[in-house]
């Protein structure tokens, strides 16, 4: 009997090692097949941004209006991996901040950068409060600071330019451009026209030109200006935003801008979850409904 017992804890422990050594290789072999990766998570109403880079770093731009983007990040994130390198507020409105208290309670998050702006909601409040607790520092992004996410992939601050403080929150969102290669991302949070019109001021064509523009306040009439959108000259146009939203978002107007330039235009309504790999030269897009 006591043979059979030894047998037995012998096979369990050859299972459990067989299982360990299994895990161990699809991590190993997960890691050496990281490419470059964007999603525009389908929250609803809101923006959350998931970039990836080659080197795995990984960064949340926005997070939506509620708990909903713990949902859509298990469906880019390994199950297992419960660490996100930097959450990126673009400006502290419920649509864009409403998950961030989820995720940093879910995650472990190496570091915030913000714009500046300032709310007084009971949302952005924990949300600060939960990230002076828990010691992540907490950095107020500038025109011209480049962000390093390894393996080729930057993002470079457009805007703020200035001190934003008392500024309406989504005149003083930040405008960042993430590149990787011949790949690139206009990221507008709820930017202005306002806000595209310094830019424009500021900025050389080139250096504004993109693959993508992730479209101003979800496609609203107050963003993506005609000259705006004629600059950047996107060969795809990107929408975040609620099925049937009580807003009318996106308006037809901005539409027919996008449209006018020949860009395609992709929306979360209709898509759902639009996932953007690239090798630094083309770019392969998927959906996810």
Known sequence: MFQNFK??????LLVIFFIATVFIFYI????SHRGFTFAMLDVGQGD??????????????DSGPNGKVLSKLSEVMPFYDKSIDAIIISHPDQ?????????LKNYKVGKVF???????????????EEIKNQN?????????????????????????????SSWDTNDGSIVA??????????????????????????N?????????????????HTSSSLEFVKTVLPKYSLISVGEKNKYGHPHKETLDIFSSIGSEIFRTDEKGTIVIKSDGQKEIISFSK
């Not at 959350?48 to 731009?61: D, K, N, R, V």
């Not at 992540?136 to 934003?164: A, C, E, Q, T």
């Open 48 to 61: 959350a941004l998931f970039i990836e880079s080659p080197t795995g770093m990984q960064i949340l731009f």
């Open 204 to 220: 050389l064509p080139k250096d504004l030109q993109s693959t993508f523009l992730k479209a101003g306040h979800h496609g609203s």
């Open 114 to 128: 913000e714009s500046g702006t300032y709310s007084d909601s009971k949302t952005y409040q924990k949300i600060e």
């Open 95 to 103: 649509d864009h901040i409403g998950g961030f208290l989820d995720v």
């Open 7 to 12: 047998k037995y804890i012998l096979a369990k």
């Open 136 to 164: 992540i520092p907490n950095i107020v992004v500038k025109k011209d600071m480049k962000l390093d996410f390894g393996g080729g992939v930057f993002l470079n601050i457009l805007f703020p330019d200035r001190d934003v």
């Open 28 to 31: 190993s072999w997960q890691n």
């Open 177 to 202: 451009r993430l590149t990787y290669g011949n790949t690139s991302f206009m990221l507008t949070g709820d930017a202005t026209k306002k806000t595209e019109g310094i830019i424009l001021s500021e």
